[in-house]
């Protein structure tokens, strides 16, 4: 057989810009992008590429095999050019290289403990912006970061805080790839990828708090998940983190940088919403006018930053596990690593709330929209009286907390007028009642 291409041939390059576009956790849909290899980390028969798509740094890794196993990309020069993700000896590799057992030019690998082999693998199916891969027997998950920043990535930071201070609601951190790139002159530092502990047998919060709706919709008698023991984890999670990292009381400028972002970001909902938000116009008005009536938004610390339902596992044993401190993923890296209200996680998880019974109102859309109205009502007040229980109380009255509560929402709303129009009263509708209660 002959030997196969260099990583960096003009075949390769070309056959993975043709793939990329499909794959799920491509962030430039529906976008024209030249596709360019922006740097290379050579693992013997397979590769880390750094792949240039607009203004995205992405992140392939790759393999050349004889099959094509079950995730391939192209076949060149009589061999198969695969996604390394889905192969377990490339993932061998990586693993290899996080314990910090493989040297490669340009890479660093930091583990709190020995990673078991990869042995057979399994991808996890559904996830977007990254890539998550099973292995070491169940025992450990690694997540490849497919959209890479320069900068210390929070997943791996925050994680690691929280692992060295013991944090019980959130799985351990065992090993991160930490890789410099060139960019112009200069040269950039960013985390590739992230090893957690996995966690058998645990459920997801959306499913069943969903289910636990759909249940209620229709008239059926079901104990609700502990949304309580939800809010206390998060709370718990959070005192953790100021602990670890530190707090620090809002300045004016932070203060006023708050209120600008959001001045900013309810002008561009109107704009990009204007039809759905038509007759809310004087009271969006209203409430532009009330932000200038906060005076200081507090305390700030690190945050979960994309905190909602799916974040969230419920253990074999009934607790409730927080995962993905990665923040919004197509955030600046350097706006992900700021301190912030811990009123930003608070709300993510209301908002969830809404939605797990938005989900099941779209699959009985005969029930009764009260009953609905009501199950949020409760699960809401259940997960703050939880994290009132570790933290102290939340005030609902608070002008940071309905300015971040509408901000949400408005965000929400952008995004189902662009990307599912069937879901938009759930957003709208919380928009209204904010904009409404606050006369």
Known sequence: MSAPLPFDAPEVTEAIAAWMPDARWYPLKGQQADITLAHSYELGDAAILLMRAGDALLQVPVAWRSEPGTAPIAQLGGRWLVDACS?????????????????????????TKPLGPAGAIRVIGGEQSNTSIIGGDGSWIAKVFRVVHPGDNPDVVVTGALTRAGSEPVPA???SIRATWPAGDATVTGHLLAVSEFV??????????????????????????????????????????????????????????????????????????????ADLDDELGRA???????????????????LHLGQVLRSSDGDWLLLDFEGEPLRPMHERSIREPRLRDVVGMLRSFDYAAG???????????????????????EFLAGYADASGPVDEDDPVFRAIQLDKALYEVVYEVRNRPDWLQVPLEAVRRLLTSAR
């Open 87 to 111: 192969d377990p000896d490339a993932v061998q590799t990586l693993i290899e290289i996080a314990a910090g057992t493989r040297a490669v030019p340009g890479l660093e690998g930091d583990a």
């Open 173 to 175: 951190l065992l090993a």
């Open 200 to 277: 058998s047998g645990a459920e997801d919060a959306w499913e069943l708090y969903r289910q636990h709706a759909l249940a209620a919709l229709r008239g059926e008698e079901r104990e609700a998940p502990d949304a309580r023991a939800l809010g206390a984890a998060v709370a718990t999670v959070h005192r953790d983190l100021a602990a670890a990292l530190g707090t620090a009381e809002a300045s004016p400028a932070d203060t006023h940088s708050f209120i600008s972002g959001l001045e900013q970001r309810l002008g561009w909902a109107r704009e990009q919403a204007a039809e759905a938000l």
């Open 288 to 306: 532009k006018e009330q932000l200038r009536e906060i005076r200081s938004i507090g305390e700030l610390q690190h945050i979960h930053g994309d």
């Open 359 to 381: 989900s099941a109102q779209q699959e009985l859309p005969d029930a009764d929209p009260a009953a609905a109205d009501e199950w949020v009502r409760q699960r809401q007040q």
